[in-house]
C-alpha cells in the first residue's frame, strides 16, 4: 500500500512497510503507559518544532522593523518607493509574525498532549484532502478517525505515504500526531462542521467497501 516493502536482510517481515516497521520498533522501545514526551526523539522533535516557530516569528517582527525603520529615515512620506517598500515589508512581516505566532502557540498545546498522552499507533487507511487541499488522514482500523494535519503546506508532505503514524491526545478529536520515526510533529483535529465531517466519513465507508467485501 504505502511505503516500500523491503528484502529479508533490511529486518522486515513479509509484506512489511517500512513506516510499520518503525512503529513495531518504537513500541517495543517505549512503553505504551509511559507519555509520549519521555521519548527523546519527541522531545528532539518537540524542541525544533519551537525553534522554527521562534524564528518564524522573529522573521515577522524583524521585517515589520524594517519596514517602520524604511519610512523614518525616508521622513514619512506619503508615496513613493520609500512607501511601498515599507508597505511590502511591513504586510508580509505581519502576515509571517502571524503564522509564527500560532505556530508557536500550538506547540505549547502539543507539549501539554505530549506529556500526558501515551503514543498509540494507528494505522492510516486513507489520505484525503479538504476543498482547499489541506490533507486529511483517515485513522484506526476502518479509517473511522479522521482528523485535520493543522500545519503550513511545507509540512504536509512529512505525513504521507505511511502506513501508520503515531497519536498522542484523542484519536477521533485533537491530538499530536508524528511519522513512525518521530521526527516529524503536528497538531490534529478533527474537522470542523458536523454535516462536513458525515460527508467525509461517508467517503471513507465507501472507500472501505471493497476491504470489506475482500474479507
Not at 522573521?59 to 511590502?88: H, K, M, Q, R
Not at 509574525?97 to 500526558?116: K, V
Not at 487507511?125 to 494535519?149: F, I, K, M, N, Q
Not at 513512525?180 to 465531517?197: I, K, M, S, T
Amino acid at each position: 500500500m504505502r511505503g516500500r516493502v523491503g528484502r529479508p536482510s533490511d529486518g522486515l517481515g513479509r509484506g512489511e512497510s517500512l513506516s510499520a516497521v518503525a512503529c513495531r520498533h518504537h513500541n517495543q522501545r517505549v512503553s505504551n503507559s509511559e507519555p509520549a514526551l519521555s521519548s527523546p526523539s519527541t522531545r528532539r522533535a518537540l524542541t525544533r518544532y519551537r525553534q522554527h516557530s521562534a524564528v518564524l516569528l522573529g522573521t515577522g517582527l524583524v521585517s515589520c522593523v524594517i519596514g517602520y525603520v524604511v519610512l523614518l529615515l525616508a521622513g514619512f512620506p506619503e508615496d513613493g518607493p520609500a512607501s511601498n517598500v515599507s508597505v511590502w515589508a511591513f504586510g508580509l512581516g505581519v502576515a509571517v509574525a502571524i503564522f509564527g505566532l500560532g505556530a508557536l502557540t500550538r506547540s505549547l498545546r502539543m507539549g501539554s498532549y505530549l506529556r500526558r498522552h501515551p503514543w498509540q499507533t494507528l494505522p492510516v487507511r486513507h489520505e484525503l484532502s479538504t476543498w482547499g487541499g489541506t490533507p486529511l488522514l483517515a485513522l484506526g482500523d476502518d479509517g473511522e478517525h479522521v482528523v485535520e494535519l493543522v500545519a503550513m503546506k511545507p509540512r504536509w508532505g512529512f505525513f504521507s505515504g505511511f502506513d501508520a503514524v503515531l497519536v498522542a491526545g484523542d484519536a477521533g478529536h485533537k491530538g499530536v500526531v508524528a511519522t513512525p520515526d518521530e521526527q516529524r510533529l503536528a497538531w490534529v483535529r478533527r474537522p470542523h462542521g458536523a454535516r462536513y465531517r458525515d460527508r467525509i466519513r461517508r467517503k471513507v465507508a465507501k472507500l472501505e467497501e471493497p476491504s470489506r467485501a475482500a474479507a
